[in-house]
């Protein structure tokens, strides 16, 4: 404080001896007199005042103007901001209506009582390949209900609430499904492997199966109605011995990006209920 003080009094003094000096050279010139020692000695004061006095405006009218550029690049960017995530809504908006409007146009163009439902968490364990859908008791969902998309099979329900159930998908280890190989008829077990396919087991080494063979439910074990799309035949392996060859399936639902299902419920009997295959 003290310092500041000091540096405006110092200002004031020299502006006030460069005003006297000049004011007494004015009145007459005198190249050898008090006027020739006032220009000398004022004028580097002089010099030194002035150009202080321009930096101080300079760094004045700068400062003013990075903080007015500041606060209007802190608006813009508040701006972007806003104008990104009502980007980004509007995106998963689009994105979400397309999947609803995908799974409303197979309702009304299949018979059954057909439910849709959200998944709203899913297990995180590595050794259990579950979903929870906000749909329950109070919904009419049952135990061991078939649930699917309009893709293909995704599981089945194993436990209900009033308002969520936890569904049981393909991908499981603890998952079966009766299936049949489309093209030649050949039946076998669809069993979780892993995240991305499934084993179809027990197809004997004599039958005729190819890659991109397209596999779907057979209704025989009373769980999904017969004609659902489960994937399609992506490796097998023919080994020199054994009875059974070993065929991958790929299913067609994308377990990691399962958001709505549909759940078919009050169904009792594989023949009430059957989907043609588009695939």
Known sequence: MFS???VVVGIILVITANIVALSVSSRRYSPHGLGRFAIFFVAPLQHVVVGGLKLIRDTWNHYFI???????NDKLKKELEIATYQNSQRK???LSNARLRKLLDFRKNKSGNILSAEVVARDPSPWFKTIIIDKGSAEKVVKGVPV???????????????????????????????????RTRTRGIIQGESV????????????????????????LDGVYPKGFNIGYVSGIVKRNSGMFQEVTVTPYVDFEKLEEVLVLINYSKPSDFELSNNK
């Open 66 to 72: 990075l903080v007015s550029v500041s606060r209007e």
């Open 92 to 94: 998963e908006l689009a």
């Open 148 to 182: 699917f998309i309009p893709d293909g099979i995704a599981g089945q329900v194993i436990d209900v609430s009033s308002h969520y159930s936890k569904v049981l998908l393909i991908n499981d280890r603890n998952s079966s499904v009766d299936a049949l190989v489309q």
């Open 4 to 6: 500041k003080k000091m």
């Open 196 to 219: 991305e396919q499934c084993r179809l087991k027990y197809v004997l080494r004599k039958h005729d199966i190819q890659v991109r063979d397209v596999v779907i439910s057979s209704g």
